[in-house]
Each structure stands twice: as structure tokens, then as C-alpha cells.
């Protein structure tokens, strides 16, 4: 069995009115996670609640698949409600999610990943992050077009390229990993790692046993550092593997070669082996028929001037069938060769249109191309209104790119121009609110909880 501890804070900053950020701490089925709204005054207050809600409901087979169909039916009903619902029209969420999970080895660990929040691994004393964000500035540096540093203070890095409730389907991140004693998670919000560098979260993860103490003073150095947005913080231990470590320790104290040795296959030994000469006595049957099948010498001239015509005929005959063959073979190579440059044009090629009233980014040609229709990549939250009425006609029409930087980057300067014509200042899909003149820092109750995974 598997045994994990938790610990949990979460607070509003010292920016936001309100904190739309969500947590999960279910100890019956080792489930744990972190979930960070957006949306209007409420929206993300609700987006977030029924993301960890939902989970919980839903994750209740110890599997990868279990967990992340439980995401994606998350997602389905936050869209929904979001096009019902006129008050939370927009609203999303993000969530990242870590459980104890059946796996081939044993009980492993599942993490599940959409949007920016972040599951870390610390193990060995080095922090390590186990999702991806799915941000703008993210498939940037992924790009090469910034870097880390930049990323880190780019204006529109709260743009998310994937979250719950923005379309009807979602693709849900996830993997699994060996669980060992002494394996720290860290699940967080984005209003931890904007403000506390990877360092200082090492430093504290290491520091601090109780995973309670280290939730509340990660939260105390992101308010420390500005508090911006609202931060949620879960920290889960494994405090006993089920003596996977100590198994594996003793299996090397018994037999250290054995990382060494490498097994041959029975096949690859018999193929190294030195080739013994075959008399054609022992020759295989199929060998032995092939000989006897071969014609015998005539020494009638007739005989011999007769396979010398029918020699001449299938000559001829060869000579016209390969002629026949290198021309379907040269016709099939140019009709393979226009076709691939046409795939490879309609898959490196970009454009921004409408999806409805929303702008969007295909991958592809606008219209398509032959049997190559174009793909969707997402959906934002700029809608037709947040677009300058000059440029409507042309992302209508489909404003093409050569690359997916290229498109990134227009879809930035789209953002940049509709959050200067907003009277509060947002991002396109997280929303950023003022705070009131001395606004204070007001921390919720945190929680520890035990639990031990079943059998």
C-alpha cells in the first residue's frame, strides 16, 4: 500500500476582492488538486468548484484513464453551464490533479494537467515539474522565440492556450510515476510560482517536514512578494511506498551485476553463432527441391535454337513490361510529390479567423486544401467586438501566417489592443482585478490530512 500526508493553504493575495481559486483534498481515494478560476466577478469562483467537484465525483477507479475522463466530463459541464447561465458566461478554470493509481509495477502516482497550475516532484532533494503550462508565452519558449526569463515577466503571460469550459472537448495532460518514500508533490496556482522562484520552493519543500507548514509558508513568500493573484498550495507526501525502495535496495545488495547483465534473446544468440557448413545430403528440403527442379543440358542443336527464339520473345516482353512499369512508377512519384507538398504547405501554414464571434487559430489553409481541411488549435476569449473593426475583414477572410510563432504573436497584439480599450484591466482569459486601496491579506483554514491507498 501506498501512504500519503497533505497539507493545504490557500489565500486571496493581496490584490484580489475574492478568491476564485479551488482545492481538493480527498483522502479516500488518495485524490488531491488544485483548480484556479477565471471569469468575471463569479464566474471563476463557480468554474473552479465544479472542476474539484466534479473530480471528486468521477475519479473513483484507481486509473490514469479513470482520473482524466473525470477531467474532461469537468470540462463538458462547466462549457455547458457556462452557455446557459448568461452571469457566467466565459467563465473557465484550470486544474491539475495528482492520484493513487493501479499501475504494472504496483501503485504508482497519476498526474493530470490542463492549463497553467503546476504539479512539481521533489525527489533526491531536486525539484522537478512534472506538467507543461498551456500558456502563449509557454509555446513561445518552446518555439525559442523567449526565454524563461522573459516569459516570466511578459505582459501577457496569463494568456492560456487550453483550460476547462473554454470548448466542448479538451485534451487532459497526464502520467504516471513510481511512487518512493520520502517523494514530495507540490500542487499550486499561478499565484505561487509568479511571485516565488523555483529556489526559494525547493528551499522551503526541503526545510519544512509538516506538508501543513510548508502550504502556509509558501503562501506567506508569495504574498511576500507581491500576492497579485490568489494562490492555492498543496503539498502531498509519500510517507510509505509499500517497500518498493527498500525492495529494490535489497535486490542490489544480493545481486549488484545484475544492473549490469543483459540478457541475450534465444534469436539474437542463435544469429551470433558461428555458421556450420550444410553437405547437400543434410540440405533442408526446400533447398534440396530447388536443385532437382533445375533443367537438365540438351546437347540436340534444335532443342538449343528453339530456347534461343523463346529466350529472344521473353526478352522482348521484359523489356516492354519494364518499360510500362518505370512510367506507372515515375507518374505515381510525381503524383506522391505534389501531394506531399501539399501537405506539407496546409500543415505549416496558420491563420487566425472567427470561430463563431470568437477568434480562433487553425492550423492549415483557409477553406482547406484538397483532402487537408484545416485544423483547430483553440478557441480564444478575444471576441469579435475586442478586434478592431479595420482588421475584422481580414481575420474573416483568414489571416495567414508561415508560422505558429508568427500567428502567437498576432494573437498577442490582438490581446495587447483589446486590454488598452477595456476600462479594468484583464487578460484574455484570466481576469486581473485591481485591488481597493489598503487591501489586506486574509488566509483561509488549512488542513492535514492521512491517508492510506487501498490494496
Not at 448568461?86 to 495528482?98: C, I, N, P, Y
Not at 522537478?128 to 508565452?137: C, G, N, T
Not at 526446400?286 to 521473353?314: I, K, V, Y
Request: aromatic content about 6%; charged content about 20%; overall charge negative.
Amino acid at each position: 500500500m501506498t501512504t500519503l500526508r497533505a497539507g493545504s493553504a490557500t489565500d486571496v493575495g493581496q490584490v484580489r476582492s475574492n478568491n476564485q481559486d479551488s482545492q481538493l483534498v480527498v483522502t479516500s481515494t488518495s485524490l488531491f488538486g488544485v483548480a484556479d478560476g477565471m471569469g468575471g466577478h463569479q464566474g471563476g469562483e463557480v468554474a473552479s468548484a465544479m472542476a474539484v467537484q466534479i473530480t471528486e465525483e468521477h475519479a473513483t477507479e484507481p486509473t490514469l484513464e479513470s482520473l482524466k475522463a473525470a477531467v474532461r466530463l469537468a470540462n463538458r459541464t462547466i462549457f455547458e453551464k457556462a452557455g446557459s447561465d448568461r452571469d457566467l458566461h466565459g467563465m473557465g478554470t484550470t486544474l491539475v490533479a495528482v492520484q493513487v493509481v493501479d499501475g504494472p509495477e504496483g501503485q504508482e502516482v497519476a498526474w493530470v494537467n490542463v492549463g497553467d497550475s503546476r504539479v512539481y516532484l521533489l525527489r533526491d532533494d531536486r525539484l522537478i515539474q512534472l506538467s507543461a503550462d498551456h500558456s502563449l508565452v509557454e509555446d513561445l519558449v518552446r518555439d525559442g522565440q523567449l526565454t524563461p526569463a522573459e516569459a516570466a515577466v511578459h505582459p501577457q503571460r496569463n494568456i492560456l492556450t487550453r483550460a476547462l469550459g473554454i470548448d466542448l472537448d479538451v485534451e487532459v495532460d497526464g502520467a504516471t510515476v513510481l511512487p518512493f518514500t520520502g517523494d514530495r508533490f507540490l500542487l499550486c496556482s499561478d499565484g505561487l510560482f509568479n511571485e516565488v522562484s523555483e529556489d526559494q520552493m525547493a528551499s522551503v519543500l526541503r526545510r519544512l517536514v509538516d506538508p501543513t507548514e510548508a502550504a502556509d509558508e509558501l503562501v506567506r513568500l508569495a504574498n511576500e512578494g507581491g500576492g497579485r493573484d490568489n494562490i492555492t498550495v498543496v503539498v502531498v507526501d509519500v510517507v510509505d511506498d509499500g517497500g518498493r525502495a527498500a525492495a529494490a535496495s535489497a535486490a542490489l545488495v544480493d545481486d549488484p551485476t545484475q544492473i549490469l547483465a543483459t540478457p541475450v534473446a534465444p534469436a539474437a544468440a542463435a544469429a551470433t553463432s558461428p555458421a556450420e557448413p550444410v553437405s547437400a545430403a543434410d540440405a533442408p528440403p526446400a533447398f534440396a527441391d530447388r536443385r532437382s527442379s533445375l533443367p537438365e543440358a540438351h546437347d540436340d542443336f534444335g532443342s538449343e535454337s528453339d530456347d534461343l527464339f523463346a529466350n529472344l520473345d521473353s526478352a522482348r516482353s521484359r523489356r516492354f513490361t519494364w518499360r510500362v512499369v518505370a512510367f506507372v512508377v515515375l507518374v505515381l512519384a510525381l503524383l506522391a510529390a505534389g501531394f506531399g507538398a501539399v501537405w506539407y504547405s496546409s500543415e505549416h501554414s496558420y491563420y487566425v479567423t472567427f470561430k463563431g464571434d470568437q477568434v480562433a487559430l487553425y492550423r492549415g489553409k483557409p477553406g482547406g486544401v484538397l483532402v487537408f481541411d484545416p485544423t483547430l488549435l483553440r478557441t480564444t476569449k478575444l471576441t469579435r467586438d475586442d478586434v478592431e473593426p479595420a482588421l475584422r475583414p481580414g481575420i474573416e477572410k483568414g489571416k495567414e501566417f508561415g508560422s505558429k510563432a508568427d500567428a502567437d504573436r498576432y494573437l498577442l497584439s490582438l490581446a495587447d489592443v483589446a486590454s488598452q480599450q477595456e476600462t479594468t484591466t484583464t487578460t484574455t482569459v484570466v481576469t486581473t482585478t485591481t485591488a481597493p486601496p489598503g487591501g489586506s491579506t486574509t488566509t483561509a483554514p488549512t488542513t492535514t490530512s492521512t491517508t492510506t491507498a487501498g490494496p
